[in-house]
């Protein structure tokens, strides 16, 4: 490729690169800016000294209401939610996934389907019923009503990544295993999940993120003391005394996506190679 | 799903387990400085009384998804103790057969006594005491920051050409003359201060209590949009979504010379450690120093299962309306004492001229509910209003007359 | 394809035990999912208001529904929105993927920047776009502080185009999962072929366009379906962007459905909205589904 046309792609991916990134670097900036510094400086500009005073304020002294204690306890919150709704869910779809793909039975396409279109109700259209449910069952309002709500509506994605993954391991392997003489379960615990890492990888990025990141289930679900840290962001950057203080919103919002990040970043390519082995095969 | 059932299990004893705990769980928007600090009074107040107040709070959107939050709460059996509700809204909840009897505090504590008429009438559904009320807001109020005025050597505006007249020459001096928050709530506060101020009070009344058609659509009503649409060019751009709070801290800080606004926001000057009749001052919006638009604050009561937790409630409806209460809630949120003859020395100005006016114009039949902050119709008529109103304001091709027409169209929403 | 139940040397428990696993997920697909639609579907037949009732009122909702400006407004602006956040977010995603797909320096670096907006909610970023979209805050005072007095970029605040600036950040959102989706797809394809086409003197741009982008069929419509879902039900993203405003002008059908249903006791309204929504949704996705399902059982 001529060395013109070279530069004009890195050129271009730079320029890509840089529309991704503002946001996040207009709130990293902000964040560590002090509320002079906001006043007098714009959106780009950078901080004349870095001050992590936002950042403690938000962590643990912010108020919404009555409550001075910032994100923190939200935080903990979304944690002993995520993990319990994003291992079941996960653990759910690769059975599912299993199933569908090496042990089809008759109606088993048309149960996939039933499954799969569960993708796409829009959640408002849940919140009423799912309120009276989680009544009957005496969960509402608490972390296991919201993993119960997360594991539910979780199952069709999973489910889809699985079955996709798994629809491209060649059946022969099965049938030889068969014919070894291993059943269902053996199948299923000493070939498939030994091949299985790249999707689990993808499944369990994805579920993170997808119950990390919600909002609506959360402020509905949720009662004082089990809100999620969206919530908590949320009621944060919704509260305002005479001045707005940006850099704590800012700082909020960064802990919030702290650990969704660190996900991105470190497990990404995970995700991206996880893809590329075979999620995306219709 | 072995797991799944044994998390569920877990889930139902840790609930069962919280319920013997006599707490009282409140949902509440008060969420900004000076309305955070009054319900800090309140949980202190409560606590003496040897109860436990459990925050709800839920911010943003004037109450959007405190409403969502508290509906799934109530469908899903299990609604907190009190919640957030006034107007004709406390009549709808009533339907839903959801609310309980406070009949015994109200006769311990008297109220039939020491609440208004007015007010009385809209606590109770069917006869029955149902919500506690806390406090009378004046919606009708105009936030003047004198320093600025005084550069233009202009008085606070009692007429609407008067207002225009300073506005134009605060402009032309480079002052921003008002500082506004686009969001719908804000657009009707302002919008319905209007249609007092050059409508009159029969005008309001016929308009948005009684609904009435002809009104709505009538040359008055054209002359009131065309007012309330006056009033943009002395804006700034950035109102689109602004809290009201943030346009507040403009009059504050000298950003902005007025604001229309109801008395939560003298919560914010005093907040910022501001004297009332000097550093700010609070009159009657132009035209309208001899009407009243009130908006009162109330918590209804649900009804609750556990015996512990209707203790509560009850402590909590009685120290709401207790004198003590209104006092310190009252001198922290802005507002005046729900109660007939409460002691006043302690307010400031502005708090005195609103129990003055409110007293006056209760006698002289001069007090009109407000419908912006949900005071004079259900919430699906008020809401296809406040479309109207915010359409008329943000669509600078839209005339008044087709948004008068708008407007009768949406009063029949039902 | 292999059919185990077919085989005669499978035991009872073998050919039990996977309906048997498949049973719960779905027991609970069938209950929270279909249940639910249908309980939905009562209630937009029903005069519910502030809570749900079951009194049958007939077809009142659909006929106030359908003379509400406002849901029109909403539905335009899901057409608006829909139509070009997904022909947007695909050409950008496309585009990323191939350059990407150049033997780059830093790939992983550049991919991790693409694909991280992917990994925030909109109640994370809202604050900081609507911050940049501010006129007064941001990038307009941006260009007049750096000398550019006559720029201006009112979109966020301005009637007609309020509803482009969640196109903008939407796409900002998801283009970069579907450069993942693609790059997955591209580094699939089985390159022998592409040294064949070069042999016979197709130019790159040639060789993308008439053999590598068909041979990614598959994922082009998964990845149509993945953002269609996601424009249908685009809620965080409007609310936290524009609230809807200035007014209604930004509204889509789920904003609407949540501010009637939620927020101003019209759940029978809102439930016949909902209806709507998912009416459409199944008039897109069912034809997809089968045509996916056939086509698997033909493979």
């Known amino acids: ?282 | 799903m072995q797991t799944l059932r044994i998390t569920l299990c877990a889930a139902a004893m840790t609930v069962a387990f919280a319920a013997n705990a006599a707490e009282v769980e409140v949902l509440h928007w008060w969420t900004s400085g000076g309305e955070a600090k009054a319900a800090g009074e309140l949980k202190k107040m409560l606590e003496a009384k040897g109860d436990k107040w459990k925050d709800f709070a839920v911010a943003g959107g004037a109450g959007e998804n405190a409403m969502t939050a508290l509906k799934t709460r109530v469908v899903s059996g299990n609604p907190p103790a009190a919640a957030q509700i006034k107007g004709p809204a406390i009549q709808e909840w009533g339907d839903e057969g959801v609310l309980a009897s406070l009949d015994d505090v109200a006769k311990a504590d008297g109220w039939d006594k020491v609440l208004p008429k007015v007010v009385i009438d809209t606590m109770k559904y069917k006869g029955h005491y149902v919500a506690a009320p806390v406090n009378v807001h004046r919606v009708n109020w105009l936030w003047v920051n004198p320093e600025l005025l005084k550069k233009v050597n202009a008085k606070a505006p009692t007429t609407w050409d008067e207002f225009f007249k300073t506005a134009e020459a605060l402009q032309k001096a480079g002052i921003q003359p008002v500082a506004y928050g686009g969001q719908p709530w804000q657009d009707s506060t302002v919008f319905e201060t209007v249609a007092l101020g050059v409508g009159g009070v029969d005008f309001y009344k016929k308009a948005f209590i009684s609904l009435d058609q002809n009104t709505l659509k009538s040359a008055t009503m054209v002359k009131v949009l065309e007012t309330y649409k006056k009033i943009k060019p002395f804006t700034d751009k950035n109102a689109a979504g602004r809290e009201w709070n943030l346009a507040t801290s403009m009059v504050i800080n000298g950003k902005a010379a007025m604001q229309f606004m109801g008395d939560w926001a003298k919560g914010e000057f005093l907040a910022a450690g501001k004297v009332p009749g000097k550093d700010f001052l609070c009159v009657a919006a132009p035209g309208t120093a001899n009407a009243y638009t009130f908006n009162i604050d109330s918590f209804a009561m649900f009804k609750l299962a556990n015996k512990d937790a209707v203790k509560g409630q009850n402590d909590l409806a009685s120290t709401l309306v207790s004198p003590q209460f209104q006092e310190i809630f009252n001198l922290n949120k802005g507002s005046i004492p729900v109660r007939l003859g409460a002691d006043m020395s302690k307010f400031d100005e502005c708090g005195k001229q609103s129990a003055k006016d409110f007293a006056a114009d209760n006698k002289s039949g001069t007090l009109v509910p407000s419908f912006a902050h949900g005071m004079a119709m259900h919430s699906a008529t008020q809401g296809a209003i406040y479309d109207v109103v915010s359409q008329f304001w943000n669509d600078d091709n839209m005339t008044a007359k087709s948004a008068a027409d708008k407007l009768a169209t949406a009063a029949k929403t039902k | 394809m292999s059919n185990p139940t077919q085989s005669a040397h499978y035991g009872f428990a073998e050919r039990w035990l996977p309906r048997l696993v498949l049973a719960p997920s779905f027991l609970l697909t069938i209950f929270f999912v279909y249940g639910f639609i249908a309980w939905n579907g009562y209630l937009s037949f029903t005069s519910s208001r502030l809570l749900p009732n079951f009194e049958w009122a007939g077809i009142v909702q659909y006929q106030a529904l359908f003379a509400s400006e406002r849901w029109w407004v909403a539905v335009k602006n899901l057409f608006i929105f829909g139509g070009l956040f997904i022909g947007g977010a695909m050409a950008v995603g496309i585009f990323l993927a191939i350059l990407l797909d150049q033997k780059i320096r830093a790939e992983g670096a550049l991919r991790t920047i693409y694909l991280y907006p992917m990994a925030l909610s909109f109640i994370v970023t809202g604050t900081a776009w609507k911050w940049m979209l501010n006129p007064g805050l941001g990038l307009e005072k941006l260009m007049h502080d750096w000398g550019f007095a006559n720029f201006t970029f009112d979109w966020l605040v301005n009637t007609d185009m309020s509803i482009y600036t969640v196109v903008i950040a939407a796409m900002w959102q998801s283009s970069g999962f579907v450069m993942a989706l693609f790059l997955a797809g591209l580094r699939g394809i089985d390159e022998s072929i592409i040294k064949a086409a070069q042999i016979d003197g197709a130019s790159l741009p040639r060789i993308y366009w008439k053999i590598i982008l068909p041979a990614l069929r598959p994922v082009f419509f998964s990845t149509l379906m993945i953002l269609c879902h996601i424009a249908i039900k685009s809620f965080d993203l409007v609310m936290a962007l524009t609230g809807g405003g200035p007014g209604f002008a930004s509204d889509v059908p789920a904003t609407f459905m949540y501010s009637m249903a939620f927020t101003r006791g019209q759940t029978g309204l809102g439930a016949a909205s909902a209806t709507m929504m998912l009416m459409t949704v199944a008039a897109i996705v069912v034809p997809y589904l089968y045509s996916e399902l056939r086509g698997n059982r033909n493979a």
């Open chain 1, 1 to 282: 490729m001529p060395k013109f046309w070279r530069g004009a792609l890195y050129a271009a991916l730079l320029v890509a690169a840089l529309y991704y990134l503002l946001p996040l670097y207009v709130m990293v900036i902000t964040s560590i800016k002090t509320m002079d510094q906001i006043r007098a400086g714009n959106l780009l500009s950078l901080p004349t000294g870095i001050s992590f005073e936002a950042w403690g304020k938000a962590w643990s002294g912010a108020c919404t209401g009555v409550d001075c204690s910032g994100l923190q306890p939200f935080f903990w919150n979304s944690i002993r939610m995520v993990i319990p709704a994003v291992l079941i869910s996960t653990t759910l779809g690769a059975l599912n996934g299993y199933v569908l793909s090496k042990w089809r039975f008759r109606g088993s396409e048309l149960t996939f389907a039933l499954i799969l279109f569960g993708v796409f109700i829009p959640f408002q259209v849940v919140l009423l019923p799912m309120a009276q449910t989680l009544g009957w069952f005496g969960i509402a309002n608490s972390i296991a009503g919201l993993v119960t709500v997360h594991v539910i509506y979780g199952l069709a994605s999973t489910t889809l990544f699985f079955r996709n993954y798994y629809v491209s391991i060649p059946d022969e392997l099965i049938k030889a295993a068969r014919l070894d003489g291993a059943g269902f379960w053996r199948i299923f615990l000493r070939i498939i999940i030994p091949m299985s890492t790249p999707i689990i990888m993808v499944v369990l990025i994805w579920q993170f993120t997808q119950i990390w990141n919600d909002f609506l289930f959360g402020v509905v679900f949720s009662a004082g003391d089990s809100k999620p840290i969206t919530v908590g962001l949320n009621n944060l950057a919704n509260t305002s005394t005479s001045v707005k203080e940006y850099n704590v919103d800012m700082s909020a919002a960064l802990i919030a996506a702290l650990p969704t990040i660190l996900v991105y970043v470190f497990a990404g390519k995970y995700f991206v190679r996880g893809l590329t082995a075979g999620a995306v095969k219709g």
